[in-house]
Each structure stands twice: as C-alpha cells, then as structure tokens.
C-alpha cells in the first residue's frame, strides 16, 4: 500500500502532531469537580500520532469512496435525487445567514425572518395550503408533525379517532409515522392499475378513521386519476386527507395537493428542492395545512407586522408546540428558497415535466428487457420487474450489485412491496439525454450477460473496494473498526 494511501493508524509514529497550538493561559481546574471520577480518564486515548498532510489525504481518500450525485448518476426512485446547484450553496454560506444565532434579537435579524416568512408564501402558494411550518427537519418529521396536527384537530372536536389509512404501495414512512403519532395503520391494496381501490377504501373508511396517507403521483409513478372521489370518501368518514410530498417532483407548478383535496401536506426540500440530501442529514420536512388546521402549527410561526416587519409568533394556545429544536434546519432553508427564486413559477413547471419526459423516456427504452407492471404513462419515476431472470438464477440485487461495478449508484429494489422483483428508477430533470442513455445501455447489457453468464452478477461487485456482503448479517451484527481496507 502506498504511504498516502496507508490507514491513519498504521502511518502513526511516536511525536508526530497535526496541529500547533499556543500555550494555555487558562488556569487548570480540577475536572472530577464537574464531571464524575468514573467517567473521566485514568491514560490518554489512543488516537493515532500523524501529521496534517496524513490527516487530509486520509479523509480525502475515504470521501472519494463515497457515491453522490456530484460525481455520478443516482437514480434512486421514490427519494429525488437531483444535483444540488452550487449557487444555493453560495447563499446559504452569506455572512447574514450563516453567521447569526437564532437566539438574536428579532430586529437583528429580519433579512434571515423576511426569507423565512417568503418561503412559507412560496410553499403555501405551491401546494394550495394556507400556511405552513418550516420547523420540521425531514420529510418522515413532516409526516409525524403533521399526524400530530391532524390528531390535535380531531381531539378539539371531542372525537378519537384512533386509525390511519395507508395504501399498500406508500413509502414505508408512512405507516411508521402513523404509528409513532399513535395511531393505527390500516393498509389497503392497490387495485390492477396500481391505484387506490375505491372499494377498499370505502370498507376501511369509517368513524375512527383519522387520515388517509396517500402522495400522488403515488410510489409506482402513477397519477391517482380519482383523487377528487378519494378525497371525497375520506371527508364524508370525517377524515382528513394527509399528502406525502415526497413525490412533488412531478407536479411543481401543474397540480397542487390543496387543489386535490388534500388537508395536509409535507414537502421534502432536500428532495423537490435540490437541497443536499443523504449521509444523515440536515434536511427539511415542512408542513402546510389548510385554514382549519391553523391554529395546531407548531410555535412560534415567523409572521409579519402591519408595519412590515417579522416576528416569532408564540400567542398559539392550541399549538402542538415545537418539534425541533430552533426553527427548522436553516442553511437548507435558504438553500431552497434561493431554488425557488432561481427558477419562479415557470421555470419549476419545467422541471416537473422534464422530470416526467425523462422518467418516461427511460422507461420506454428499458420495457423490452423487463416485466413492466404497470405499462401506462408514468410520472417522475416508473417501477419495472426482474422476475423473468429468475430463470437464469438471477435477481434484482444482483442487477444491483452489478451495476456498482460500472460506477453507477443502483436505483431502489424490492419497493413497493407488491411489484416482484422490483426496481425503482427516477432520472430527475437534471440529468441529460447522454447520462441517460449510457445508463440504458448497461442496464441492458447487464441483462445480456445474466443470460450468458449469471454467474458474472451473482458474484458481483467486482471492483469496489468492499465485495458483495451478507447483508442480513452486516445489518445484525455489523464488524465496525478503522482497519477495513
């Protein structure tokens, strides 16, 4: 191994610093006077004894590992993955944003409280709500804040209301949020053309229903064509119509959720909204409502004087209270607000359809080599099934796993649960005719040598640095140490 490739801890040497600091003028205090004796240490840690260069070169090494969507194609359907434009990131870094407190007073800081007040018009205006809280820091945290709205709505009416609707072909979210905010998921299967069985719902609809979860287009890509009759059932049971916005990539600026009928809805900024996404966070789950719902937001609410100037808003005696810590995840914010006001109402409707153009594109391109379940006209993403190289002995993960040795980060797998075999791919707007194609033809000729040499991709990956894993294994008993190699 090459030195500035060796691991951090084999290049240690005894007197070796990566930093240098002046000496401390502060006196020393006795630590067991705050923190308790058996925590504190009886020899130093045995951290590794490098210089600076060693440091950089080691974490510059482990980040080109990674996979992101700057430096490849991620078509990962059902959670947008879209290139994050360089120019957002240049605004969130702006010393009036990035460098006040959000406990500084409100006249110190109403540039950062009139961005935040414009993006909840933004937002509002976008989805058809009346108000919306940027507080939530993920669309699951969306989804959960806005259960807890919609329970607090119920419970200010005298009515318990204890069930959730979800349609079989949700995101996995969905029912989980449900049952994190107390309530019981009641799923119901989709009819033959991937869509929500009217019938079904109509059974599971009744006095305990609190919600129905449902996003459209929904996880299949697929328009729910009789939302207005959905909402409709929904209402007339006396529950409210909950929009997972995880798939607002296909309908910015054409169709709204509040249009559809829909009470409540979150949006995922770090999806629609090309803020950064992936590696644990930050993001941002914000949540708008209609005018019924109001009152529940979480507090204080960014609202603006007569006199034109912003304020926290924290007079809401029926709100839910706040659900993260501060105001919301900031930077990503006004990473998406600068999105927004880059592209104004046109330039958003023009993602959706380029987003559409391409998904389909694809998806015409790729049905020759695969089970195409629902073979319709799809939206942002489409769904097809590998079911038919199971006769070569071949499976989806193994399409997947052969696609990382061409440097591609696979789409989704095995989601939804009801397409066998399923692979999920969204393209987003942002990628070209040329990515996409390169993309297709590996993807075929993947297929030709699961037919010629299944063996090939049963024992793929072949050129990354970790192999092929067992991945129940990994998952359960996970070896987690810094001598990988």
């Known amino acids: 191994m090459k030195p500035d490739k060796a691991l951090i801890f084999e290049m240690s040497r005894p007197g070796r610093v990566a930093y240098s600091l002046p000496e401390c003028d502060v006196p020393e205090c006795d630590a067991s006077e705050d923190i308790p004796v058996h925590l504190l240490r009886s020899k130093p840690a045995g951290l590794p004894e490098v210089y600076e260069v060693d440091v950089i070169r080691h974490y510059t ?43 500084q007073p409100e006249e110190s800081i ?20 009346d108000q919306m809280t940027l507080q939530p820091a993920a669309g699951a945290h969306g989804e959960w804040t806005g259960l807890m709205l919609i329970r607090a709505y ?39 053309k991937g869509l929500v069985d009217l019938d079904k719902l109509r059974a599971a609809a009744g006095p305990d229903t609190a919600a129905l979860m449902l996003t459209n287009p929904n996880t299949l890509g697929l328009f ?89 808003d924290y007079d809401r005696p029926q709100s839910i209270g706040r659900v993260k810590a501060y105001y919301g995840n900031f930077g990503i914010l006004v990473r998406a607000y600068a999105y927004i006001r880059s592209y104004g109402p046109e330039g958003l409707r023009r993602v959706s359809e380029c987003a559409v153009l391409n998904a389909n594109y ?60 399923c692979l999920m791919i969204e393209p987003t707007e942002t990628e070209s005719k040329e990515t996409m194609d390169a993309f297709i033809d590996t993807m075929i000729q993947i297929i030709r040598e699961a037919e010629t040499n299944p063996q090939l991709l049963l024992e793929a990956p072949h050129t990354t640095i970790v192999k092929r894993l067992n991945e129940t294994q990994a998952a359960r008993k996970p070896v987690l140490n810094c001598t990988c190699g």
């Open 110 to 129: 109403q540039g950062a409280l009139e961005l935040l007040y414009t993006l909840q018009q933004d937002l509002a205006e976008l989805t058809g709500m």
């Open 224 to 312: 729910e064509e009789q939302i207005v009759e959905i909402a409709a059932i929904v209402h007339e049971a006396g529950g409210l119509l909950y929009y997972d916005g995880a798939n607002s990539n296909a309908i910015m600026g054409i169709a709204r959720p509040g249009d559809m009928g829909f009470d409540v809805v979150h949006l995922n900024l770090h999806k629609t909204m090309s803020t950064p996404h992936g590696g644990g966070g930050p993001g941002a789950g914000p949540v708008g409502v209609k005018s019924r719902l109001i009152p529940f937001l979480p507090k204080p609410v960014v609202s603006r004087r007569a006199d034109g100037t912003y304020y926290w």
């Open 362 to 421: 694809m998806r015409m391109r790729l049905a020759p080599y695969f089970d195409v379940p629902y073979p319709g006209i799809c939206k942002h993403e489409f769904v097809l099934s590998g079911k038919r190289l199971k006769a070569y002995g071949v499976r989806t993960l193994d399409v997947a796993k052969r696609l990382l040795d061409f440097g591609y980060h696979p789409p989704t797998i095995y989601f939804p649960l009801n397409v066998e075999e």
């Open 154 to 192: 119920h419970e200010s009416r005298g009515e318990k209301r204890t069930k959730v609707i979800v349609p079989d072909s949700s995101h996995g979210t969905n029912p989980a949020s449900a049952t994190a905010a107390g309530f019981e998921t009641v799923t119901i299967p989709s009819n033959s």
């Open 61 to 103: 090494e482990l980040s080109r590992r990674n996979f992101g969507v700057d430096n490849g194609f991620y078509p990962l359907g059902s959670c947008t993955m879209k290139y994050n434009p360089k120019l957002n990131e240049e605004a969130a870094r702006l010393a009036g944003f990035a460098r006040i407190h959000p406990y």
